[in-house]
């Protein structure tokens, strides 16, 4: 009885497909042969496994004593590696935030008793982009290193987006008349991720004029800016006509690990409330009841803003006056 060929792929098992064959001598008229099995020397991938049957007797009535049986090995026995593929999964993640677990799906399936140990690992980094997703140190425990298996792996990536921020910005008070002073404000939040601020400054605009740049500082746990005591007087035609206008924060600097957007609100521009008070004599006298001659001095204050006043300078008027005095 000799072992036949056989060639499968690795199950962790020592069973063989093959089957035995009588290659000497015959079976007597009546008698059966049993259900000669083989089995492979290891379990292992490999191209020369020594191939044994596992005796057995023979169908003859007499629990095979009639019968002599030699088993002949051959050392042909193949066994190929399993073929699985292990494809990660996609990943992302807010800058600042704690990495997600690293999964992975299995194509195939692992012979039994088999079992993965280690894990998945990722390129280093830490800012906004997109790193590869790379097996790592996953393997299979297959009691031969792995080689049991044509592992096939399938990547993917772990894509880091910007974290967002939260902005403000006002302007107080509001409405205000032209010329007066305000005070802007901005406010941008959080204030830092792993230590990095989302922007360093902020430019404050009314419709396209610039009013004044201001640096962030830490406050209540936010950035915070401000201008104070600002004259909305216009340098740019056009842009502090009375009426609603824009007020624009214009953040500065920008950390590209940060989703910032420039933030608005409106301001009320009423018209300057100019007033003239005449400040000058309100009655004049001539010198005598026979001249004919007076001086006046004339003067005004004008005043164009809570904040400022402008006064005419005295003007002196010399009068004339003909004709007999009643």
Do not use: C
Request: no cysteine.
């Amino acid at each position: 009885m000799t072992a036949g060929a056989s060639d499968k792929v690795y199950d962790g098992l020592l069973t063989s497909p093959g089957v035995p064959t009588i290659t000497s001598g015959t079976l007597a008229a009546g008698d059966t042969a049993p259900a000669w099995v083989e089995t492979y020397d290891s379990k292992n991938v490999g191209t020369t496994h020594v191939m044994t049957v596992t005796p057995a007797p023979v169908n003859d009535g007499n629990g095979g004593a009639n019968y002599t049986v030699t088993y002949n090995t051959i050392a042909t026995g193949v066994i190929t590696a399993r073929p699985i593929t292990v494809t990660a999964g996609a990943k992302t993640k807010v800058y600042g935030a704690d990495d997600p677990e690293l999964t992975y799906t299995v194509t195939g399936s692992l012979a039994n008793g088999d079992s993965w140990s280690g894990a998945l690992t990722r390129a280093a980094g830490e800012n906004v982009g997109t790193y590869a997703i790379q097996r790592g140190t996953l393997a299979v425990n297959d009691g031969n290193g792995g080689n049991n298996y044509t592992l096939t792996y399938v990547g993917a990536n772990l894509t880091i987006t910007k974290a967002p921020t939260t902005a403000t910005v006002n302007v107080l008070p509001n409405p205000q008349q032209y010329s007066d002073k305000v005070n802007f404000r901005a406010s941008l939040t959080p204030a830092a991720i792993n230590g990095t601020a989302p922007a360093t400054g902020v430019t404050f605009k009314v419709s396209s004029q610039v009013m004044g740049t201001a640096s962030f500082s830490v406050s209540n746990g936010m950035l915070q800016a401000s201008l104070s005591n600002v004259a909305l007087l216009e340098t740019v035609v056009g842009q502090m006509a009375p009426g609603s206008r824009t007020v624009t924060a214009e953040f500065t600097d920008v950390n590209p690990n940060f989703s910032v957007t420039d933030n608005t609100t409106t301001l009320t521009i009423n018209k300057e409330d100019a007033r003239a008070t005449y400040t000058g004599a309100l009655f004049v006298g001539t010198a005598s009841a026979t001249s004919g001659r007076a001086i006046v001095t004339l003067a005004a204050t004008i005043q164009i803003s809570r904040q400022l006043r402008l006064l005419i300078r005295p003007m002196t008027l010399s009068l004339e006056i003909s004709g007999t005095p009643r």
